[in-house]
C-alpha cells in the first residue's frame, strides 16, 4: 500500500517548485524560447496548486473513527 501524500504537503511542495521557477524565470530574456517554457510551467504549477486548494479533505484518521463509530452502533443495536 503506498502511503499517501497530505494534501498541505502537495501544495508545499508545488509552492517550493513554483518559486524555485520564478527564480529562474527572472533570469531569461522575455519572449525566448526559454522563458516561454519556464512560463508555462509555472502556470501549469499554479493551476494545480488552486486545484489543490479549493477541494476538501478528509483525513485517514476521520474515516478510520467514523467507521468505529458506525460498527460500535451496529454492534450495539444487535446486542
Do not use: F, N
Not at 502511503?3 to 520564478?22: G, N, P, T, V
Not at 483525513?59 to 467507521?67: E, F, N, R, T
Amino acid at each position: 500500500m503506498a502511503l499517501a501524500i497530505s494534501r498541505d504537503a502537495q501544495i508545499a511542495a508545488l509552492y517550493e517548485r513554483l518559486h524555485h521557477r520564478s527564480a529562474i524565470l527572472s533570469g531569461l530574456t522575455p519572449g525566448s524560447k526559454a522563458h516561454s517554457g519556464i512560463q508555462a510551467e509555472c502556470d501549469a504549477i499554479h493551476a494545480e496548486i488552486r486545484r489543490l486548494e479549493s477541494t476538501t479533505s478528509i483525513s485517514p484518521k476521520a474515516v478510520l473513527v467514523g467507521i468505529a463509530v458506525i460498527l460500535l452502533l451496529i454492534w450495539s443495536a444487535v446486542h
